[in-house]
């Protein structure tokens, strides 16, 4: 059976790291005391991490939300975060779409959204030109959707989107070996999520939001592709009122061709455009 992301509640990163293996790793208790815009809540509140001193990869298991008990009013709303989709008006998942069909170039796409709470954006992206079909798929089918697919499916994809949710991971190997087997051999993968840039966990309110287990370095991130014979790349997103200066879009293709592809395309344009 698939461990998928947030299934499991014991932390699996104790004395060897969880992605690279190495065993020099540092236990540490940081407090967030930084009050920031719609973040305050979480001013003062203290957590304890594991941190691999090899890859700076970063872990919280008991940050761990449990997305399946607590069910459809744990997801982002959409009237609350401009991200989220609400079927109307786009949000990041249907412009990281489009941006994946500028790099492949192909018509007749088929493509998956991991996990997309309650965003609405794969109605919008079914009404792509050269999009013949859009799923989604989740630990459940939280919007009772006919376009739902199981998340041990074995259906693979031109383009699969995974906006926000790799930081959720409790066991991040099996589990992003899992969003690579969604991808058929010409597929892309385009992960959204903030990287660790600093040895200080105090600095950025990220590692400290709920239900943020992993956070992850671009080193660690190379690693996870790497074992998984993976050409990946990062770049830095515009537009949809970013401002955070550590977020990332991961570009991950298991195909030579569909990466020299999209090298072309960042030798032209250096950042993926979201508007």
């Known amino acids: 059976m698939i461990m998928s992301f947030l299934y ?41 991490f594991t941190i691999c001193r090899n890859c700076n990869y970063s872990f919280c298991g ?11 009013q744990s997801m982002s709303n959409s009237d609350k975060f401009k991200r989220v989709g609400d079927g109307i008006t786009p949000g990041r998942e249907f ?21 997309p709470g309650n965003s609405l954006d794969h109605q919008l992206i079914r009404k792509i030109e050269s ?17 739902f697919i199981p998340i041990e499916a ?12 790799v930081e959720h991971f409790m066991s991040p ?13 010409n597929g892309l993968l385009i992960v959204s999520t903030d990287t660790r840039v600093s040895e200080c966990t105090t600095e950025r309110v990220y590692p400290f939001l709920y239900g943020h287990t992993s956070y992850y370095s671009g080193r660690s991130l190379i690693f996870l592709a790497e074992m998984n014979n993976m ?17 990332r879009y991961i570009y ?19 950042r993926p455009l979201c508007e």
């Open 154 to 165: 074995k259906e693979v994809f031109d383009i699969v989107i995974a906006c926000e949710v």
């Open 231 to 247: 050409f990946i790349d990062f770049r830095t997103p515009e537009g949809q009122n970013f401002n955070s200066k550590i977020k």
């Open 131 to 147: 999009v013949m079909e859009c799923k989604i798929t989740d630990l459940k089918n939280f919007q009772v959707s006919d376009y």
């Open 173 to 185: 190997r099996k589990e992003f070996s899992n969003l690579f087997r969604y991808l058929n051999k």
């Open 95 to 115: 412009f990281m779409t489009k941006g994946a069909i500028a790099i492949i170039k192909r018509e007749k796409l088929k493509v998956l959204v991991f996990a």
């Open 252 to 270: 991950m293709t298991k195909s030579k061709e569909t990466y020299f592809k999209l090298v072309e395309r960042f030798a032209v344009i250096t």
């Open 62 to 72: 008991e940050n761990f939300k449990d997305y399946i008990s607590l069910g459809s």
């Open 8 to 48: 499991s509640k014991i932390p699996q990163f104790e004395n060897v790291c969880n992605i690279c293996f190495s065993r020099n790793i540092k236990k540490t208790q940081s407090t967030y005391s930084h009050e920031v815009g719609p973040t305050s809540y979480v001013r003062n509140k203290s957590m304890n």
